[in-house]
């Protein structure tokens, strides 16, 4: 298979050998790619490393016989964002998920859509809520999404309750706290934001990370992220529960 002057956006990228890199691409047409890059490392290959940047978008040519494909040339389309601190995590986060969940030659045209959207906010402000509303959206692109405005029996959702998040039922209303379930319920004002896509305040948004994650937590297979066990590793230097904006993933 050929790819010619195919669009992507670099997902990761980590050396390999010597002189080459491993990358994984996220395309319009062929969904995620894996594909070696031989011979970076070179003087002379800086345009090429540069392109090679997680959250880059590129035009790349290829050639796949096996799992991977052998880029044969790579150039910038843009210029990426510049990240850094929290937005920075937040990039790391959004490219993990996309890892972990988009699916290898498998054509998502929408996943494509949805991660140039959330590169171009993630230098802006809001940053939890841009990250609430890519989760919503990367579920309900993989065909994993629930209703937010109804709970999983067709109610509608009554602002005034707690809900815990079922990746096979949808919003189930917490009658009887028991164990952590508080922890990972959130408020049927902030679904109902989340439905609306209208930004909720700062104590609904902690509580819709919360139960998105546990989603997340089922489709990932029970493995977490790097990027969850970062996070809370800063949460703990900084001796105390993390700012808003900071725990954003």
Known sequence: MRYADEPAFVLHARRW????????????????????????????????????????RIRFDAVQRGEL??????????????????AALAGFYVNELMLRLAPRQDPHPELFALYGEV?????????????????????????????????GDGAPIDPAARYLLEPE??????????GGDRARAATGRALLALAADA???PEDLR????????????????????????????GRLGGGAPRPEADAP
């Open 119 to 151: 590169r171009g906010r993630l230098a802006g402000p809001a940053l939890a809520w841009t990250l609430r509303r890519f989760e919503r959206d990367l579920l309900e692109a993989l065909g994993f999404g629930i209703a937010f405005d109804l709970d």
């Open 199 to 201: 930004m909720p305040g």
């Open 17 to 56: 050998r010597e002189t080459s890199l491993l990358v994984e691409l996220l395309t319009r047409a062929h969904g995620r790619v894996g594909a070696v890059a031989r011979g970076v490392q070179g003087p002379r290959r800086h345009a090429l490393r540069a392109a090679l940047q997680p959250l880059q």
């Open 69 to 86: 494909a052998t880029l044969t040339a790579a150039e910038a389309a843009d210029r990426a964002p510049v990240l850094s601190g929290e």
């Open 169 to 178: 039922h949808g919003p189930r209303r917490l009658l009887v706290e028991r």
């Open 207 to 234: 509580d819709l990370r919360h139960g998105l994650r546990g989603l997340l937590a089922h489709h990932l297979g029970g493995r977490g992220l790097k990027s969850w066990e970062l996070m809370g590793e800063l």
